[in-house]
């Protein structure tokens, strides 16, 4: 067990991007948690369907102190948590940024995206990939007075990705729910929300505060898009800062 609670704290940090735009866009979060003395390692999302595949990721999250990713990779991030307690009784810090545990609403987990609005995303992307991803871009910049600067601004720096692995990560994102594994995780928890997101609703908060019964840290940011890593990059990680100069820990 890793307990941080120096004002000098140095951290190894996995840092898990989200789908669609490729690891370029938490390149400034990186570097500013790197500037705060932390090693931070960036990778794209995988396809934690193919046994193989985790369990390459699982043996690489092995060398780090904190698990994090954001959005789709806060999913993957919790999937390796849960391997690394199941298979070597290894507790990592988990950190979530605008990611809901499960992306697609289902009876027992409301606060999601709708199932109609899922498919009808997908098909689209299957129909004009190239659309869909930038109208999937407009959704994580939108809510805030700056959603047209940073839209413009992630443009800049989203790589093309390959279909497969886009086509792999929604099938993630249709499939996976995370809420028992999280509720079960007895490692340290920090999952931060943006009270403006459009593709992870702020209606999640309470769900997530019952859920999780007081044994990890829930932050909301006022004012910001999903894409709030990217764009708000100094306060994400002075919540990050502050959460692991004193983490809470599961009882």
């Not at 789908?19 to 990778?43: A, D, S």
């Not at 932050?219 to 708000?232: A, K, L, R």
């Amino acid at each position: 067990m890793f307990h941080f609670q120096s004002k000098t704290l140095k951290a190894s940090i996995l840092l898990i991007t989200g789908w669609g735009g490729g690891t370029q866009l938490l390149v400034p979060l990186q570097q500013q948690l790197q500037q705060q003395g932390h090693t931070v390692e960036l990778i794209n999302i995988f396809n934690a369907f193919d046994a193989e595949i985790l369990q390459q990721h699982v043996e690489l999250a092995r060398r780090f102190d904190v698990i994090m990713g954001w959005s789709l990779g806060g999913q993957l991030a919790t999937l390796l948590v849960q391997q690394l307690e199941q298979q070597f009784s290894e507790q990592k810090i988990l950190i979530s940024l605008a990611s809901n545990p499960c992306f697609v609403a289902q009876p027992a987990w409301s606060s999601a995206m709708s199932e109609d609005t899922f498919i009808q995303f997908k098909q689209s992307f299957q129909q004009d990939t190239v659309a869909t991803l930038k109208r999937f871009g407009f959704l994580v910049c939108q809510g805030t007075d700056s959603a047209k600067k940073d839209f413009v601004q992630m443009q800049k720096m989203i790589k093309p990705q390959s279909v497969s692995l886009l086509e792999q990560g929604l099938v993630l994102l249709e499939q996976l729910n995370l809420t028992e594994t999280l509720a079960h995780y007895t490692g340290q928890q920090l999952h931060v929300f943006a009270q403006q997101d459009a593709l992870v609703p702020c209606e999640i908060i309470p769900n997530m505060q019952q859920l999780l019964a007081g044994k990890a840290e829930i932050v909301v940011i006022e004012q910001v898009s999903h894409g709030f890593p990217c764009f708000e990059v100094e306060e994400t990680v002075q919540i990050i800062q502050d959460f692991l100069k004193h983490p809470v820990q599961a009882v």
